[in-house]
């Protein structure tokens, strides 16, 4: 099924009542963010895309794909799912090692094609910090290394069209590269985030405030600017964090911003 807009049609807040967003829309190739402070409904709201809600969960809140309502058959058939959702939680990964989790899951959702395996793992080793090989056990992997190979397992792999990531942001992944080398795979991508660089160079993003969406904020051309600047530290603070795992020692002179 070829996806080209999602539909997020407001419900309630904790409250009960009705959200300010009446209607949120995503199009193929949108980079979206969700923010908020903790416990103001973002978790919730993922959760809804992730289910197609259809006014059966807590907030209400109907999910409409190409602007119609989603079959039952897509939203109860894991096999045709177009979503895939990456967390911070790994601990449900088995100690297989990373070529044969590749070749598993190939085999399910592409009749094994062994190119893709290599495809994958190249897309993992531009997101991630540190090298990944595929004789790595999946449980010896960093928690930057196992969610840059599962955002890549979920785009080439799985090559589902939503691609929903929860708070994934502090874990060893180049944040700006990932994101460009990400858009030009078309999908639709929402993060769920406390991270400013994720944040700005979304292309908006979705304010979260008890329990219900209160506002949509366009990235403007100002944040687009000020988001370079704010790469820039951040990059920064990667390459320090880098030296220190190393065993290097660091100069002032090499933290002035």
Do not use: W
Request: glycine letters at 8%.
């Amino acid at each position: 099924m070829m996806i080209e807009t999602i539909t997020i049609l407001g419900g309630c807040s904790k409250s009960g009542d009705p959200e300010p967003v009446k209607e949120v829309n995503l199009k193929k190739g949108d980079v979206v963010s969700i923010v908020g402070p903790t416990g103001s409904g973002k978790t919730m709201l993922i959760n809804d895309i992730e289910l197609f809600a259809s006014g059966d969960t807590p907030t209400k809140r109907r999910v409409l794909i190409n602007g119609d309502e989603v079959l039952e058959e897509i939203r109860n058939n894991p096999h045709k799912n177009p979503i895939a959702r990456i967390t911070q939680h790994t601990t449900f990964l088995s100690d297989l090692p990373v070529c044969d989790f590749l070749e598993l899951h190939a085999k399910i959702r592409q009749d094994g094609e062994r190119y893709l395996i290599k495809k994958t793992l190249d897309l993992a080793n531009q997101l991630s910090g540190e090298n990944i090989l595929l004789s790595s056990r999946m449980t010896e992997l960093s928690g930057g290394q196992t969610r840059a190979l599962l955002i890549a397992d979920a785009v080439v792999i799985g090559n589902t069209p939503i691609i929903l990531l929860d708070e994934v942001e502090n874990a060893g992944i180049y944040k700006d590269r990932a994101l460009k080398i990400l858009r030009g795979y078309q999908k639709m991508m929402v993060f769920v985030t406390h991270d400013p660089v994720i944040t700005l160079f979304s292309d908006f993003r979705i304010v979260m405030r008890n329990g219900a969406m209160e506002k949509v904020i366009k990235t403007t051309e100002e944040e687009k600017k000020a988001a370079e600047e704010v790469k820039r530290v951040d990059n920064l603070l990667m390459d320090l964090r880098e030296k220190i795992r190393s065993g290097e020692t660091i100069e002032l002179k090499e933290v002035v911003v």
